[in-house]
């Protein structure tokens, strides 16, 4: 899977990944490869992502939005 985290002011990470955990309004969830299509909104939270070479990375979200389709991923957010 591809994901871009893009703020207002610059591209936070790109690459591919195997997952993401996000703070979805009305709860956390992961996405994995071959999610269904999805837009959520974010809440205030931490962004887990895994890469596809196995590193974990986190971001700390204060809300955004997030879109999948076809195993690429965008995180559309404001950041701490």
Do not use: C
Not at 21 to 32: A, H, M, N, Q, W
Not at 33 to 62: C, M, R, W, Y
């Amino acid at each position: 899977m591809y994901l871009e985290i893009i703020t207002p002011e610059e591209k936070v990470f790109s690459g591919e990944i195997k997952l993401i955990r996000v703070p979805g309004t009305k709860g956390s969830f992961e996405i994995l490869q071959n999610h269904a299509p999805i837009i959520s909104t974010l809440e205030k939270g931490d962004i887990k992502v895994i890469s596809s070479s196995g590193k974990e990375e986190h971001f700390e979200i204060n809300g955004g939005l997030i879109e999948v389709s076809d195993n690429k991923i965008i995180v559309l957010g404001e950041f701490i």
